[in-house]
């Protein structure tokens, strides 16, 4: 089974409605993000939590939200989705230094969502 | 803030060596990641380098030099599954220890 898995793995909406995307992991690190990925712009960060307690925003949170439901559960919300926000969205998990001596990310599969 | 450059792509043989410059440009700055990605595939861990000098990685090499700003990625004895984006991401010094990318560098490499 993967570690890190998102739902769902690909979303067709239309401009305004709510959507919601969904991480889970198994891996037991208490650090979460949430990226964006356009073609030519690379990765960004929209969101990210250290621990159930803690959200803070990333580069481009504008017309996000984020909800830490558990260690385990992070979820991105687009409450009023736009064409822009087109994009092939990643979670990914972290487990700090704690680990080991530098903070490697572990990425799920990816949620292609297209906004029409 | 940080500015990270890379090439947007590169070509290269099956068999061959070739190099992917990273340079940056960041206030404060802790080590440096290299990710691959296949085609709508997610990232994965290549290597981290937080002192200067090559970290070698069997057909992988990374190379820093923190007073330039500058990393490369090499990979050696090419194979056509190497075709794929590479990321660099730096890592700034100041405690959250999170990585901001560069925009990826697509490899091709052809027979």
């Known amino acids: 089974d993967a570690d890190v898995t998102q739902t769902p793995r690909n979303r067709i909406t239309k401009t305004g409605k709510r959507i919601m995307l969904e991480c889970s992991q198994t891996k037991g690190h208490d650090r979460m993000y949430w990226y964006r990925q356009d073609p030519g712009l690379g990765l960004r960060l929209i969101y990210y939590s250290f621990d159930v307690k803690d959200i803070n925003k990333g580069e481009i949170s504008d017309g996000y939200s984020v909800s830490r439901q558990a260690q385990a559960k992070f979820s991105l919300s687009l409450e009023s989705a736009i064409p822009n926000q087109t994009a092939l969205y990643f979670c990914a998990t972290s487990n700090g230094l704690a680990g080991g001596s530098y903070n490697e990310q572990f990425f799920g599969p990816g949620t292609r969502l297209t906004v029409l | ?111």
């Open chain 2, 1 to 111: 803030g940080q500015n990270i450059d890379q090439p947007t792509e590169m070509t290269a043989t099956e068999g061959a060596i070739v190099q992917i410059n990273c340079t940056y440009q960041t206030s404060g700055f802790n080590g440096l990641f290299w990710y691959q990605q296949h085609a709508g595939e997610a990232p994965t861990f290549l290597s981290y380098n937080v002192l200067d000098g090559l970290e070698e990685k069997g057909r992988f090499s990374s190379f820093l030099s923190r007073s330039k700003g500058y990393s490369y990625l090499l990979l050696k004895e090419l194979q056509m599954k190497d075709s794929a984006s590479y990321l660099c991401a730096v890592e700034r010094s100041g405690g959250s220890y999170i990585p901001t990318f560069g925009r990826g560098t697509s490899l091709i490499v052809h027979p």
